[in-house]
């Protein structure tokens, strides 16, 4: 979207994807095209305010992840070494009780 300089005037076009092709659609000049402007500036800035929460949101779930996998990682410790101590091997992925102590 933008003002483009023809001559001794200023125009608003909005411009438009279609396919591989961007379009330029002519808005016109004046008070209209200024609000137009104004509208999409306002439309711009919502939209960046609404990517930058969502951001946040996933650097907050990302940090929640990454505490979640250490604790985790920690309880795997903690389990392992109780089941060992205890006389417990691990068979396959299981837990066992050693036969013969």
């Given at each position: 979207m933008a003002w483009e300089?023809?001559?001794e005037r200023s125009y608003y076009?909005?411009?438009m994807r279609e396919g591989a092709r961007v379009r330029s659609v002519y808005?016109?000049?004046g008070d209209l095209a200024q609000t137009c402007a104004e509208t999409a500036e306002d439309c711009r800035q919502?939209?960046?305010c609404l990517r930058a929460h969502k951001r946040q949101a996933r650097q907050a779930e990302a940090d929640i992840d990454r505490q979640l996998k250490d604790a985790e990682a920690m309880l795997?410790?903690?389990v392992n070494t109780t089941l060992c101590?205890?006389?417990y091997h691990k068979h396959k992925g299981q837990w066992r009780r050693k036969r013969h102590a």
């Open positions: 300089q023809r001559r076009y909005l411009k808005v016109g000049r919502e939209q960046e795997a410790t903690v101590a205890a006389g």
